[in-house]
């Protein structure tokens, strides 16, 4: 029964500090989510802008952010913003240090990467909605604005639903990939209890236990919003 | 930055082809062991389906960094029962246990995408097999999968450029692929620019492949 004790709760144990890590990584995902959404609308509109210039910059985002690792685009962003903001802050106040909290640069690079790929539901979600849709609320007066809100917003999240589903899944195991620059979510939290107690399979099984679940609580919970959404529409159009 | 890559361009290169060897490795290997996973998602029921339905939600559902943990560290835990059995050589090399998790992780994506692949040919095709008195196994391997895999290309193409990404884990565990060597060579020079020629290596090497797939997809594309 040594494994109880060392998942108990308490000084001896390491089951408060797994709570806290997962916590952190469900914060995290959390709060990376409405970012990586907005910003898929942001790039997508890029993509189909009038002006030449915001189109190359939709392409050029998504081939950069769906090529290089995530890994790398993490670390070059923590590091970089970093030294930016530093350096922004010297010439204003000289000696004063900054540093950007791990978080908050996961935030970023995974908001960054799922857009990426988020840009690409959006288009496929809003051709489904079809320009008709568009086309019949402006010819009944509303303003671009308003009939985007009103008219394809409500129609857009059932289409957009699988795929924005599926990249909360990818979004909820890259978490893992903050642990790298010491974030304290679940995989580091992992990592730090075994420097001490040496039970390396012991944690690395728990947390990807805890990790297979989420997903498929995620899954689960997908399919039932989908089946809720497409109530009332026969399955071939779906 | 241009001084970086060239100070350093046997590391470079070493971790160039270590990346896109390891990747495209695995891919393969991942594929074949896919294919019977993938098939059973598509056919049977009972037992073998829940065992691939165990295999995939498993592989899938846990971050391939931390799979990578598991078995490298993981499997360390039990260093004297693995010497017993003489697998010691297998899970004490970095190689070999990146190598391992890619390929259960690459094989489970794999197989979902042959399982829909196969899904979608259509039953004419399987009743046209019937009428012209195929063997089962005849009709598979001639008919069905040659169409399974060319439905299949896009979505495997996707996942060889999602494994050249997810290599770079690799360097978490102290492999010196592309990541691995940017690691090192900035812990000696602490300069930025050294990821900044890592990620222009990965973005040449993704698009390379992607140019490659697009027209090996074209030859394919009749039978899809």
Same mark, same amino acid.
């Not at chain 1, 790398?72 to 010439?91: F, H, K, P, V």
């Not at chain 2, 389906?49 to 598991?70: C, D, H, Q, T």
């Given at each position: 029964?040594?494994?109880?004790?060392?998942?108990?709760?308490?000084?001896?144990?390491?089951?408060?500090?797994?709570?806290?890590?997962? $916590?952190?990584?469900?914060?995290?995902?959390?709060?990376?989510?409405?970012?990586?959404?907005?910003?898929?609308?942001?790039?997508?509109?890029?993509?189909?802008?009038?002006?030449?210039?915001?189109?190359?910059?939709?392409?050029?985002?998504?081939?950069?952010? =769906?090529?290089?690792?995530?890994?790398?685009?993490?670390?070059?962003?923590?590091?970089?913003?970093?030294?930016?903001? /530093?350096?922004?802050?010297?010439?204003?106040?000289?000696?004063?240090?900054?540093?950007?909290?791990?978080?908050?640069? /996961?935030?970023?690079?995974?908001?960054?990467?799922?857009?990426?790929? $988020?840009?690409?539901?959006?288009?496929?979600?809003? $051709?489904?909605? /079809?320009?008709?849709?568009?086309?019949? #609320?402006?010819?009944?007066?509303?303003?671009?604005?308003?009939?985007?809100?009103?008219?394809?917003?409500?129609?857009?999240? @059932?289409?957009?639903?699988?795929?924005?589903?599926?990249?909360?899944?990818?979004?909820? =195991?890259?978490?893992?990939?903050?642990?790298?620059?010491?974030?304290?979510?679940?995989?580091?939290?992992?990592?730090?209890?075994?420097?001490?107690?040496?039970?390396?399979?012991?944690?690395?099984?728990?947390? #990807?236990?805890?990790?297979?679940?989420?997903?498929?609580?995620?899954?689960?919970?997908?399919? @039932?919003?989908?089946?809720?959404?497409?109530?009332?529409?026969?399955?071939?159009?779906? | !930055?241009?001084?970086?890559?060239?100070?350093?361009?046997?590391?470079?290169?070493?971790?160039?082809?270590?990346?896109?060897?390891?990747?495209?490795?695995?891919?393969?290997?991942?594929?074949?062991?896919?294919?019977?996973?993938?098939?059973?998602?598509?056919?049977?029921?009972?037992?073998?389906?829940?065992?691939?339905?165990?295999?995939?939600?498993?592989?899938?559902?846990?971050?391939?960094? +931390?799979? !990578?943990?598991? &078995?490298?560290?993981?499997?360390?835990?039990?260093?004297?029962?693995?010497?017993? !059995?003489?697998?010691?050589?297998?899970?004490?090399?970095?190689?070999?246990?990146?190598?391992?998790?890619?390929?259960?992780?690459?094989?489970?994506?794999?197989?979902?995408?042959?399982?829909?692949?196969?899904?979608?040919?259509?039953?004419? +095709?399987?009743?046209?097999?019937?009428?012209?008195?195929?063997?089962?196994?005849?009709?598979?391997?001639?008919?069905?999968?040659?169409?399974?895999?060319?439905?299949?290309?896009?979505?495997?193409?996707?996942?060889?450029?999602?494994? &050249?990404?997810?290599?770079?884990?690799?360097?978490?565990?102290?492999?010196?692929?592309?990541?691995?060597?940017?690691?090192?060579?900035?812990?000696?020079?602490?300069?930025?620019? &050294?990821?900044?020629?890592?990620?222009?290596?990965?973005?040449?090497? &993704?698009?390379?492949?992607?140019?490659?797939?697009?027209?090996?997809?074209?030859?394919?594309?009749? !039978?899809?």
């Amino acid at each position: 029964m040594d494994h109880f004790r060392l998942l108990s709760f308490g000084d001896h144990g390491w089951g408060d500090e797994l709570l806290i890590g997962l $916590g952190v990584t469900l914060a995290l995902a959390i709060c990376t989510l409405p970012f990586a959404i907005i910003l898929s609308f942001l790039v997508h509109w890029a993509k189909v802008s009038r002006y030449r210039i915001l189109r190359s910059f939709g392409m050029l985002y998504t081939t950069v952010f =769906k090529s290089l690792p995530e890994i790398l685009t993490l670390l070059i962003l923590y590091y970089q913003a970093q030294a930016i903001i /530093g350096w922004l802050i010297q010439s204003v106040i000289p000696g004063a240090h900054f540093s950007i909290s791990p978080f908050v640069a /996961g935030m970023i690079s995974l908001s960054l990467v799922i857009s990426a790929y $988020g840009s690409e539901v959006v288009r496929a979600a809003l $051709g489904a909605v /079809g320009n008709g849709q568009f086309e019949a #609320a402006q010819s009944l007066g509303l303003s671009p604005r308003i009939a985007f809100i009103k008219v394809i917003l409500p129609q857009l999240w @059932r289409h957009a639903l699988p795929g924005f589903g599926n990249l909360w899944i990818i979004l909820l =195991k890259d978490t893992s990939l903050v642990s790298v620059i010491a974030l304290s979510e679940l995989t580091h939290v992992a990592g730090l209890a075994i420097t001490t107690t040496r039970q390396p399979f012991v944690f690395y099984g728990l947390i #990807a236990v805890i990790y297979v679940l989420l997903v498929t609580l995620s899954a689960t919970a997908q399919k @039932r919003l989908e089946r809720r959404v497409n109530l009332g529409f026969t399955r071939t159009e779906t | !930055m241009f001084d970086l890559y060239l100070d350093y361009i046997d590391r470079w290169s070493h971790g160039l082809w270590l990346t896109a060897s390891m990747s495209t490795l695995s891919v393969l290997i991942g594929f074949l062991v896919a294919l019977p996973i993938g098939f059973v998602r598509s056919r049977a029921k009972g037992p073998l389906a829940w065992l691939a339905i165990a295999y995939v939600n498993l592989f899938r559902g846990m971050p391939l960094l +931390v799979l !990578m943990f598991l &078995v490298y560290y993981g499997f360390g835990q039990f260093s004297s029962e693995l010497r017993a !059995m003489g697998l010691w050589w297998f899970f004490r090399d970095a190689y070999f246990c990146g190598m391992l998790a890619l390929i259960l992780n690459t094989s489970a994506y794999q197989a979902e995408i042959i399982r829909g692949s196969l899904n979608t040919i259509s039953t004419s +095709v399987i009743e046209t097999n019937a009428a012209l008195n195929l063997t089962r196994w005849t009709a598979f391997r001639r008919v069905l999968l040659p169409i399974a895999f060319a439905k299949a290309l896009p979505p495997l193409g996707n996942e060889y450029i999602l494994m &050249v990404k997810a290599t770079s884990l690799l360097a978490i565990i102290t492999v010196f692929d592309l990541m691995g060597e940017a690691r090192t060579i900035f812990s000696e020079t602490l300069d930025l620019g &050294v990821y900044y020629v890592a990620a222009i290596h990965y973005l040449v090497l &993704v698009l390379a492949i992607e140019w490659t797939l697009r027209r090996v997809e074209a030859r394919f594309k009749w !039978m899809a």
